[in-house]
């Protein structure tokens, strides 16, 4: 007997399906492993560690995190983006690449906003900006802008590379505050905090957790947090936007992403194991020890979260002219 093509075209498109709900169903079937494309120790490593150790038992596998650094974050991502798409290979990477690095390199051999689907966020921290006491004899916000605008084009800041967050972000309160800053950039934060403790440059940006030390030794001071609200370590240092500077809401967020064409049923039993580790006490108590907090959407969707930090980010590289250092 034969059946109307309908039937036939039914069957065919079961027959198509099928395998992949199948597929979904067991997933995982062996250990996920989470590419961090930075070198260990840093806090994207901390946060994706502690999610992955916590992510295990929840889906009945080893999750294992991999470095794979280099090219500013591109290596270890490009493996992502080219890896099966079968939730078995994560990345865990902020705005130095979904951010980034696409409007500064130009020439990738993978496309950051189309190659992956974010399953959420494991947290940010907060970007602060350091002034030298012995480059600035009164070593606060308001002395740095006194001097930037008294010397146009001579006052230096460091950061950690060219195009780096930490450049960036100077390059955003230069815009809003109408600077013209000088840049000095450094290969990483040790070198560059190094010559701001000497006083060889006046300003720069970087993580909460390597500036405190030097901001509690008395070497640098640390002035302003990019971020809309004061920090709880830092009750005394004003906030950048509340400050007078509507850009700097810049702090440097972590997410957990997918190849793209992983199948939805497989990114939604991720994102909810990941959604459980995220919120539970255990995690927030390791976010607060290391100067990191949940991700302020401020009634945005992730998407739109996303989309926003896209635009913030290739606009601050197009009007620095970063080049890739």
């Given amino acids: 007997m034969n059946l109307p093509r309908r039937h036939l075209l039914a069957s ?88 980034i690095a696409k409007p500064l390199y130009g020439n990738l051999t993978y496309d950051p906003d189309a190659d992956f689907a974010c399953l959420g966020l494991l947290g940010a921290q907060a970007n602060v900006m350091l002034v030298s006491p012995k480059a600035l004899p009164q070593p606060t916000l308001e002395a740095f802008m006194a001097a930037a605008r008294a010397k146009p084009g001579e006052v230096a800041f460091a950061s950690s590379g060219a195009g780096s967050l930490t450049h960036l972000t100077a390059e955003l309160l230069a815009a809003d505050a109408g600077l013209r800053l000088v840049h000095v950039p450094y290969r990483g934060s040790p070198p560059a905090l190094a010559d701001l403790a000497g006083g060889q440059v006046a300003m720069l940006f970087d993580a909460m957790t390597t500036a405190l030390p030097l901001h509690q030794g008395g070497q640098a001071r640390i002035v302003g947090t990019a971020t809309a609200a004061r920090q709880e370590a830092l009750p005394d240092v004003p906030s950048l936007v509340e400050a007078g500077f509507p850009s700097l809401d810049a702090p440097n967020w972590f997410g957990l992403f997918a190849p793209v064409r992983t199948p939805a049923p497989v990114q939604a039993k991720l994102a909810a194991a990941l959604a459980a580790v995220t919120e539970s006490a255990p995690y927030k108590t390791l976010m607060q020890q290391r100067s990191a907090q949940p991700v302020a959407l401020g009634g945005r969707t992730l998407d739109a979260f996303l989309a926003d930090e896209r635009r913030r980010w290739a606009g601050a590289v197009e009007r620095s002219g970063a080049k890739p250092g």
């Fill in 12 to 99: 065919a498109s079961l027959g198509i399906v099928a395998p992949r709900l199948v597929r979904a169903q067991s997933f995982p079937d062996r250990p996920v492993r989470v590419v961090v494309p930075f070198a260990p120790g840093g806090i994207t490593d901390i946060l994706a560690r502690a999610a992955a150790e916590r992510m295990a038992p929840i889906l009945g596998q080893p999750v294992v995190v991999e470095n794979r650094a280099g090219a500013g974050g591109n290596v270890g991502s490009e493996v992502v983006a080219k890896a099966p798409a079968d939730g078995h290979t994560l990345l865990a990477v902020g705005p130095a690449v979904m951010g």
